[in-house]
């Protein structure tokens, strides 16, 4: 009978220890991906080649905002937030991605004074797809740990006013 219990209770036991080590080793790849999540992805440059993981601020929010340069909607929001750059810049990352080269994106930020954005070619759509973007422009606000709290597909003037209230 003893031998019995001494089965059982080895059993209960690599189970136990199966379960905590299963347990973290998944915390330590979610932390992981929050990480990632939070700089896009590491491997991410902006049109003056610097990488937004060492840039990027982790004690802000960041607003991803998708768009072109020859979207009036997309015009008048970054217009609305440079307007507003000062409570922009003190609450979130900035980052504008689009489809378009780095030479024009270059050319759109010069003369729209793009000063408090990081500016990504996006030319392979890579991170329109992972995020399925379907049309311009469309916001994501990602939380201090990375999570999207919200997104808006659309003309967006009204949730950038909530973002600074």
Known sequence: M????????LSILTFTISL???????RQHDLYSSV?????????????????????????????FFGNSDCDYCQNEISYIENHAYKFENRYNLIFVS???????????????????????DEK?????KYKVKGFPTL???STKGK?????NGAAINTLKMFIR
């Open 99 to 121: 489809f378009e080269t780095t030479d024009v994106l270059k050319e759109f930020a010069s003369k729209n004074k793009l000063n408090d954005f990081f500016i990504v070619s």
């Open 36 to 64: 990632n999540e939070k700089c896009l992805n590491s491997k991410i440059k902006d049109i003056n080649a610097r990488e937004l993981k060492k840039y990027i601020k982790y004690s802000k929010k960041t607003l991803l």
């Open 140 to 142: 994501f606000l990602f």
């Open 20 to 26: 905590v080590i299963y347990v973290l080793v998944h």
């Open 125 to 129: 759509c890579e991170l329109m797809d």
């Open 2 to 9: 003893r031998k019995v219990y001494v089965g059982i209770f």
């Open 148 to 152: 999207i709290i919200m997104s808006h």
